[in-house]
T-cell receptor, first 113, second 112 residues
Framework: AQSVTQLDSQVPVFEEAPVELRCNYS??????LFWYVQYPNQGLQLLLK??????LVKGINGFEAEFNKSQTSFHLRKPSVHISDTAEYFC???????????FGSGTRLSIRP | EAQVTQNPRYLITVTGKKLTVTCSQN?????MSWYRQDPGLGLRQIYY???????DKGDVPEGYKVSRKEKRNFPLILESPSPNQTSLYFC???????????FGPGTRLTVT
């Protein structure tokens, strides 16, 4: 069965420190990958997406992610976080064989001053 | 402004009292979907629709119904709500094949 695993439910980090949020997906011939962010009391907003091409994808707010096919990973990174990055982050995968997106369980990023 | 709207945003109801949560999008998207979000479980898909009059079950369809009579609207119906349906519900839409979903602001439902 297709699945998306976010390995960390919570990630605390100090302001201006780098951060990596991990995501693994179940392998498939064709997969599209996404990171969404959910700020407190809001809906989900697309951060970035990988459809094809360059494996390094840049998104909004200084985030980037790297598609690694051999490790079936799509980790999200930011070199220096800000208090305003406090949110929950969801990794998601869409498989061309299915008409739906599968979400991971989410990672709550908390920034300490 | 391109958006997905949901109503109501907050709802408290009692077990067994039928309710409908509306969802509307103004982007002419063919694909619409309903999710529920529960702590530690992420988003789980309830139902989705590829176009008018075309709907299909997601991962957790039990206790829910949907209809797609118009392209812009995709209401979620709970015929007989139960406490285990207390959750945060999101509607989303996208163009078929793009998979880039636009989400509504959410509806927080409490069933007592």
């Amino acid at each position: 069965a297709q699945s998306v695993t976010q390995l960390d439910s919570q990630v605390p980090v100090f302001e201006e420190a780098p951060v990596e949020l991990r995501c693994n997906y179940s392998s498939s011939v064709s997969v599209y990958l996404f990171w969404y962010v959910q700020y407190p009391n809001q809906g989900l907003q697309l951060l970035l997406k990988y459809l094809s091409g360059s494996t390094l994808v840049k998104g909004i707010n200084g985030f980037e992610a790297e598609f690694n096919k051999s490790q079936t990973s799509f980790h999200l990174r930011k070199p220096s976080v800000h208090i305003s990055d406090t949110a929950e982050y969801f990794c998601a995968a869409a498989y061309s064989s299915a008409s739906k997106i599968i979400f991971g369980s989410g990672t709550r990023l908390s920034i300490r001053p | 402004e391109a958006q997905v709207t949901q109503n109501p945003r907050y709802l408290i109801t009692v077990t067994g009292k039928k309710l409908t949560v509306t969802c509307s999008q103004n982007m002419n998207h063919e694909y619409m979907s309903w999710y529920r979000q529960d702590p530690g479980l992420g988003l789980r898909q309830i139902y989705y629709s590829m176009n008018v009059e075309v709907t299909d079950k997601g991962d957790v369809p039990e206790g829910y119904k949907v209809s797609r009579k118009e392209k812009r609207n995709f209401p979620l119906i709970l015929e007989s709500p139960s406490p285990n349906q207390t959750s945060l519900y999101f509607c989303a839409s996208s163009l078929v094949g793009s998979y880039e979903q636009y989400f509504g602001p959410g509806t927080r439902l409490t069933v007592t």
